[in-house]
C-alpha cells in the first residue's frame, strides 16, 4: 500500500504520457517492490487479496444506458476514469479536499460528477456551485451556507450526512485591484482553519 500511495503522492501530478513512462521506469527500479509488467500507473493495490490488479480489470461496461438520457449525464467507464474517481473517494473519505486540474474538455467536471453519482448517499450528500466572473467571498460564502442548518452551536447539513462541495471552474472569478480572487481566499481560510467568520 506504500508504494502505491508514493505513486501517486510524486508521481499523480504529472500529466504528460512521456512523464509518467519516465517516472514509471523510475519508480519500478527505485525499491525492492515487485511491479507486474506495464506501468505503475497501470495498477492498484487491493487490499483484501493483497495483491496488485489493474484498475482496466475494474471498469465495467455500460450496460443501463438509455438514449433519453443526455450525455453530459453519463460518466463513459474506462480506466482513467475509474482510477481517478477511486482516488477522488479516497480523498473524500478521509476529509480532504481533492482538486482536479487539467486542459479545458478534458472531462473533469463529468468525472466529478460522476463521482457524486457514485458516493454513499446514506453518508454523504452534495451541492454544486459554479463559479463565474463575478463571483466573490460574500457570493461564495451565501451559497456555502444555503443548505446548512443550525445545529446547536454550528451549522451541518441536515441529518447525519456530511456535504461534499462541488466546485465547479474555480479559476473564472475576476482578480481584484490586489491580485486575489477573494472567493478563492475564502476556499484557503476554510482548508487552513477548518471554518470562516460570520459576516
Known amino acids: 500500500m506504500g508504494a502505491y500511495c508514493c505513486v501517486w503522492a510524486f508521481g499523480g501530478g504529472l500529466l504528460d504520457e512521456d512523464q509518467r513512462i519516465i517516472f514509471s521506469n523510475y519508480f519500478k527500479n527505485f525499491g ?4 507486474p509488467a506495464g506501468h505503475v500507473y497501470d495498477y492498484y493495490s487491493n487490499q483484501e487479496s ?46 480532504h479536499y481533492p482538486m482536479l486540474i487539467g486542459y479545458a474538455g478534458c472531462g473533469k467536471t463529468q468525472i466529478c460528477k460522476g463521482m457524486l453519482k457514485d458516493i454513499n448517499f446514506d453518508k454523504y450528500t452534495s451541492m454544486t456551485i459554479n463559479f463565474n466572473y463575478f463571483t466573490d467571498a460574500k457570493n461564495l460564502q ?9 445545529q446547536g452551536k454550528v451549522f451541518a447539513p441536515p441529518g447525519n450526512k456530511r456535504l461534499i ?21 475564502l476556499l484557503r481560510q476554510n482548508a487552513d482553519y477548518s471554518h470562516w467568520f460570520d459576516r
Open 32 to 35: 525492492k517492490i515487485k511491479y
Open 50 to 95: 493483497v495483491k496488485w490488479e489493474k484498475w482496466a480489470d475494474s471498469v465495467k461496461e455500460l450496460t443501463n444506458y438509455s438514449p433519453d438520457v443526455p450525455i453530459t449525464e453519463v460518466t463513459v467507464p474506462t480506466q482513467e476514469t475509474v482510477r481517478t474517481i477511486s482516488l477522488m473517494k479516497s480523498f473524500v473519505e478521509v476529509g
Open 142 to 150: 451565501d451559497m456555502l451556507e444555503k443548505p446548512l442548518k443550525r
Open 165 to 185: 462541495y462541488y466546485l465547479d471552474d474555480m479559476n473564472m472569478p475576476c482578480s481584484d485591484e490586489y491580485d486575489t480572487q477573494t472567493a478563492i481566499e
